[in-house]
């Protein structure tokens, strides 16, 4: 595993990626590998439905490891790929999870009586009962915001909707027997379980202990433009982290890590400053809003860092375009900030769109880098002042053919804006020839 784990972003995907499989098909094939009788006894449909149920179920215990925010997988991939992983691979389990009785009702028309739940045994009504755990998990999750469901309120339901699922679900599989009969094979499927329910139990407890003996104290609340705040964060009797710049981190403040009450920010400033970590945010939503009247010595508790929309990556590249729109520019401001320390002597272009020009946070600070760096920043407004003469409108393909370099595949090419923004800019590249494996994305809204 060391010498895969040194290769390219690319072997540690599919080494990744092999991982999942494996360990979603590996279950079914050791149960089928020594049936309690032959596949002809009780015919191939009857199998076949077993076998989605049991690949269902492996796909959800893994789904607990997608989102443990485990280190080596999530620098493979970066958070964004994951949960979008996370939500295409849960609805494919669940599609499996309910043709798995589907079939059952087709094939054996006298099964459909254990959906009468009085007087359905036991195995069956834990099967019943997981699956609309399972089905009122998607439709909270997909629907969240039409439910008007709140993030946190949300986050934990999701947790506890899982935990059923999964644990009716092999409650279902254990009551069956069939299949889990012999011993050993009760072992698998229960080393299975335990697996989940340690990283339950690594997330809820393990993590958040971790995070309570390296405690963070707010040094400063800075206003910036734009309604937004510079968090500036002190470690505790630690050495606090250092981090690539571009990365970010989960940040919980004024109370313990265990109420799981924590929010994503990329840090703002330089990569290789841990003794003071910045966070420019902007006053969005609950959390955000009440930024700004946190008091200085406050406690804070930081995740992270984590994420690979970081300059770091491209070590060889002959440049950098950088594409921010309003509070998309925090993570280039550490980036260009780090950059500029290391006296990195490569040329840096940074389109840079805001509303209005007094929206436009850390302009004089990025005025001064260009000092330090090879920088050349062009400021988009939407909606310009008179007498502005620079760019105005929208960041499209006209704009971009303007500035990017001649030989698209010499730069490599970062993007953090709204989802439009990010949208019609990720086309414009697109037309423009820019390679695919060029561009480099950060969504600010995980969910
Ligand atoms: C990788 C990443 C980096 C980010 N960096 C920055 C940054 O540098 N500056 C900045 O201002 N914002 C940043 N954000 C966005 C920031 O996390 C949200 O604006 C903030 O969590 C909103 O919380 P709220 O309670 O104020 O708003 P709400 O109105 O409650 O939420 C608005 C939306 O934000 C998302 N959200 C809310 N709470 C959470 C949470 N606990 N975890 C994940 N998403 C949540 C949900 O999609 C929600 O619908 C970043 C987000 C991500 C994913």
Known sequence: MKTILTHSPIAIAIFWISVYLGLTLVPLLVLLLYPPMSIEARGFWVEFSVALGFVGLAMMALQFALTARINRVEASYGIDIILQFHRYISIVAVLFILVHPAILFINQPETVALLNFPEAPWRARFAVM??????????????????????????????????????????????????????WKTVLWGAIALAALWLLVYVRLVKPWMMLKKPYLVEAVESQRGDSWTLALRPHGHNGFTFQPGQFAWITLDVSPFHMREHPFSMSSSGSQSDRIEFTIKALGDFTREIK????????????????????????????????????????????????????????LLIYAGDRWNDLIFREELEALRDKLDLQIVFVLRHPHEGWTGESGYVDKALLERYIPHYRGSRQYFICASPRMMDAVEAGLHHLQVPPTHIHMEHFNLV
Not at 145 to 170: F, Q, S
Not at 296 to 309: K, N, Q
Not at 323 to 339: C, E, Q
């Open 130 to 183: 997981g699956t609309l755990a399972l089905v009122a998990l998607i439709i909270t999750s997909i629907w969240r915001t039409r439910l008007k469901i709140p993030y946190e309120a949300w986050r934990t339901l999701h947790g506890l909707l899982a935990v059923l699922a999964l644990g009716l679900g092999l409650a279902h599989a254990i009551g069956v027997g069939y299949y889990l009969s012999l011993f």
């Open 293 to 348: 009247h946190v008091p200085p010595g406050t406690r804070a508790y930081l995740d992270g860092p984590y994420g690979v929309f970081t300059s770091d990556r491209y070590p060889d590249t002959a440049g950098f375009v950088f594409i921010a729109g309003g509070i998309g520019i925090t993570p280039f401001m550490s980036i260009l900030t780090t950059h500029a320390e290391r006296g990195d002597d490569r040329p840096h």
